[in-house]
């Protein structure tokens, strides 16, 4: 059984910087992607920023320019650096590996942005 472990959540000021690190439990064959999640109280679950097998990326339009995902195939992991970050980011944040025909997601880590 594979394990998502995630780190790096907790509390900054707006205009701060995070970064958000996913380690799977075991190595993970054939990875054909990876992404961050996150969900806002009262809000849907919303992806944020993924990186297929390649390299390709793409973003939620509310983090262009401030979030920035990598992967680091070797280690099983994911990351997600954040800067400029505002109170609306806000939320539980989600990781999610997939390799076919299996989904794997972490437990979550609670980013707080204060104003």
């Known amino acids: 059984q594979v394990q998502l472990v995630e780190s790096g959540g907790g509390l900054v000021q707006a205009g701060g910087s995070l970064t958000l690190s996913c380690a799977a439990s075991r190595s993970i064959i054939e990875i054909s992607s990876m992404a961050w999640y996150r969900q806002a109280p009262g809000k849907q679950r919303e992806l944020v920023a993924d990186i297929g097998s390649y390299g390709r990326t793409t973003y939620a339009d509310s983090v262009k320019g401030r979030f920035t995902i990598s992967r680091d195939n070797a280690k099983n992991t994911v990351y997600l650096q954040m800067i400029s970050l505002k109170p609306e980011d806000t939320a539980v944040y989600y990781c999610?590996?997939?390799?076919?025909?299996?989904?794997?997601w972490g437990q979550g880590t609670q980013v707080t942005v204060s104003s």
């Open positions: 999610k590996i997939v390799a076919y025909p299996y989904t794997y």
